[in-house]
Every structure is written in C-alpha cells, then in structure tokens.
C-alpha cells in the first residue's frame, strides 16, 4: 500500500499532473492511488522526487498482524 493518494490530497495536485510529470498515463498513475497497482521502487523514488517528499512518506508500514 502506498500513500500517494493522500500526499496529493495534501499538496492540493491532481493526478492528471502527475501522470504528465511522470510520463505515465492518467490511468497508470490512478492504479497507484488507488492501490490496485504497486509501482516499483525505482519510479516510487521518481514519484517522491517530483512531489518533492521523502519516499518514506509514500510507504505504509506494513501492520503487525499477531
């Protein structure tokens, strides 16, 4: 699970810009915010550099499940 979708909600970005930012498609860029997809950590890095934050802050930590 990442946490683009809430990185955009707060910066006030729409994905229709990131996709441009990003070279990827509307579509593409909306499988990641909606986490139906996962992108690879090399273009998460490239995510996090274009919204100019720290990877970490698009990563979920996965939940103990004991």
């Keep these: 699970m990442n946490r683009i979708k ?3 909600d707060q ?3 729409k ?3 990131l996709a441009e ?11 990641y915010v909606q ?3 996962q992108p690879s950590l ?6 996090a550099e274009i919204l100019e934050v720290n990877v970490k802050e ?8 004991k």
Excluded at 21 to 31: E, F, R
Excluded at 42 to 47: D, Q, R, T, W
Excluded at 58 to 65: F, G, H, N, R
Aim: include cysteine.
């Design 6 to 8: 809430v990185i955009l």
């Design 11 to 13: 910066k006030g970005i």
């Design 15 to 17: 994905q229709t810009w």
């Design 21 to 31: 930012k990003c070279g990827k498609s509307y579509n593409m860029i909306n499988s």
């Design 35 to 37: 986490n139906r997809r």
């Design 42 to 47: 090399e273009f998460l890095y490239k995510i």
């Design 58 to 65: 698009l990563l979920v930590e996965k939940e103990d499940t």
